[in-house]
């Protein structure tokens, strides 16, 4: 197999683990937003796990520990979440400035599993903030809309250690935030969760490399050039891209708390499935300039579908080029559960 075709196979492969999943419980208690966890519902919360490379557990470790946590009531879900950080610094202070040019904390929020459009918050230590509606993902020729506004969010940055002072060590920066259900719908009323439901989520942290230039602190330069930043995680995409929504992690919205994570949505392997194909479609295409019209012609077949085909009809149309394909995916034994993908990212799933 040719070079170039064993590091595309590995990168598929990279797109496999497990999304993180997360009780958000509900609460009956105010929350004031200052930046720190110090109400009680705050102290109940569970953390999540340990924010990882955003390539995965086989990368090393973060330098720096990052975790949230979240919970819920009839109009607010909350977000808090603890950076340690030895050298706090940041200088963007326009709301919408490109806030990942700075050190920053991202919430990536998908809350219809049947609309592609999503929704990115970025933070700075400043409690500047980029808020952005996307209509779908950058790689299927999504639009970023810059000018909406997250209407009524709340939030507040709290720094146990100094601003833009090199001359002491940090401990940590946190972020508290409340997002309006009421303006996670532009096109319909309020989108306000039920209990049991799922959203997907998934939360960043952008981690600049720095130096200091006469006391202040600036971005590293190695050879000329920026040195690239660290990009750190809840749930891990496989490449350096957050904007593959398939791949973030789950929320479940509860009433109480339980001992155990939330189980994956019952739709979630037939919606990998589904996106298996279609990467794997994609990688066929790149190498033959077509899209496969059979699926035991696709790479990996045999590890990655012909495993699952006992769970799951798969119906495959191509056109008469084969520059186009769509796929219907049901399951066998409960034929409402369905999932709908095409070459072009459209992507659905009824159950």
Known sequence: MPARAQQHIAQFKALQSQPKTYAVTKIDQAIVIDGRDQEAAWRSAPWTDLFVD??????????????????????????????TEPHI????????????????FEVFIKPNIHQSEYYELEVNVLNTIFDLLLSKPYRFGGNALTHWDLKGLKSAVYLEGTLNNADDTDQYWSVEMAIPFQSLRPYGPKMAPKINDYWQINFSRVQWHHELEKGKYSKKREDGKTKAEENWVWSPIGVINMHFPERWGYIQFVEQAGDKTPALPRYHTISKLAWNIHYLQKLYADQHQVYAHELGILPEYDAFIAPLLNEYEVELLTNSTKKYYSLLLRDKKNHQLTATIDSKGNFDTHF
């Open 54 to 83: 955003i390539q995965g557990e086989a990368m090393p470790a973060p330098a720096y520990q990052t975790r949230a946590k979240m919970t819920w009531d009839n109009e607010h879900l909350y977000i808090y979440a603890q950076l």
């Open 89 to 104: 610094w940041g200088n963007l202070v326009n709301h919408d400035d490109i806030i990942y040019h700075n050190n920053d």
